[in-house]
C-alpha cells in the first residue's frame, strides 16, 4: 500500500471523489486529514479550472488535503486519471497529519505521501491567487468543469 495526498477533485464531496470508491479501479481507504508540511502554490488554473498543486516548495500556503492508503491497482489508476506524467507528476512530499483514522500513526506528524503536482504550467500561474484548501463551490467562483463535460 501506498499513501496518496489529494488536495483537490478526488477529495470527499468533491467531484471526481467517486473514482477512489469504485473498486474496478483498486482499493482506496481514507486515513485523515492533513496540510502539506511545506508552503506550495494551489491554483485553480486552465480553461476547465481546475485546482493545481505547482511544484514550487516554499511559495504559497500549507495546503489542506486527504490521506489515502491506496493499493498498486489504484496508484496506477490514478497515475492514468491525472494523465501523469504529461499534465501531472507524483513525486513524493512531506504530509503533517492533523487527524488520523484507521492503522498507522498514533500522533500528529509527518509522512511521506505521493501527490500530484504540475511542475510544467504557463508562467502566469505563478500569479494567481494561491489558496490554502480546494472546494469545487467555493468562494473562488471559478466553477470546476467535470471531465464528462469537456
Not at 2 to 17: C, E, I, S
Not at 129 to 144: A, F, K, N
Request: aromatic share 10%; charged share 20%.
Amino acid at each position: 500500500m501506498a499513501l496518496v495526498f489529494v488536495y483537490g477533485t478526488l477529495k470527499r464531496g468533491q467531484p471526481n471523489h467517486k473514482v477512489l470508491l469504485d473498486g474496478t479501479n483498486g482499493s482506496a481507504a481514507f486515513r485523515g486529514h492533513g496540510h502539506t508540511a511545506e508552503p506550495y502554490p494551489l491554483v485553480i488554473a486552465g480553461e476547465h479550472n481546475i485546482p493545481r498543486l505547482l511544484n514550487l516548495p516554499g511559495k504559497g500556503h500549507r495546503v489542506a488535503g486527504e490521506i489515502y492508503a491506496v493499493d498498486k491497482q489504484m496508484l496506477r489508476f490514478l497515475d492514468d486519471f491525472e494523465q501523469c506524467p504529461h499534465m501531472y507528476q507524483r513525486t513524493e512530499l512531506s504530509v503533517r497529519v492533523l487527524q488520523w483514522e484507521g492503522p498507522g500513526p498514533a500522533a500528529p506528524g509527518a509522512l511521506q505521501c505521493f501527490v500530484y503536482s504540475t511542475a510544467t504550467y504557463a508562467p502566469e500561474w505563478v500569479h494567481l491567487p494561491y489558496l490554502d484548501s480546494y472546494d469545487s463551490e467555493g468562494q473562488h467562483g471559478l466553477r470546476y468543469n467535470p471531465r464528462e463535460n469537456r
